[in-house]
């Protein structure tokens, strides 16, 4: 479950889908599989929220350990939040 921003410097309260940006960060693939797992329907799917102030300056990446990384967001990518 999503509770706060995913950047810890910030630490903000999620509380509305329409505020901010939810990152949905599948395994890549292949992935370790878990016993008893019968199929990839199973694999377990990260969400990371990012409130309207880190989203406009900052997205999610994963990285190739599978990490996942705050980052500045790349000069010229926007992205459209809508007002507060």
């Given at each position: 479950m999503i509770c706060q921003c995913a950047n810890p410097r910030c630490g903000r309260e999620f509380r509305y889908l329409h505020e901010g940006h939810i990152f949905v960060l599948e395994p890549e693939l292949p992935f370790t599989w878990h016993e008893g797992q019968t199929s990839i329907d199973h694999y377990e799917?990260?969400?990371?929220?990012?409130?309207?102030?880190?989203?406009?300056?900052?997205?999610?990446?994963?990285?190739?350990?599978?990490?996942?990384?705050?980052?500045?967001?790349?000069?010229?990518?926007?992205l459209r939040v809508k007002a507060a």
């Amino acid at each position: 479950m999503i509770c706060q921003c995913a950047n810890p410097r910030c630490g903000r309260e999620f509380r509305y889908l329409h505020e901010g940006h939810i990152f949905v960060l599948e395994p890549e693939l292949p992935f370790t599989w878990h016993e008893g797992q019968t199929s990839i329907d199973h694999y377990e799917v990260r969400r990371y929220w990012l409130c309207d102030d880190c989203a406009r300056r900052m997205t999610l990446r994963r990285q190739s350990d599978g990490s996942v990384r705050l980052m500045p967001r790349p000069v010229g990518d926007t992205l459209r939040v809508k007002a507060a």
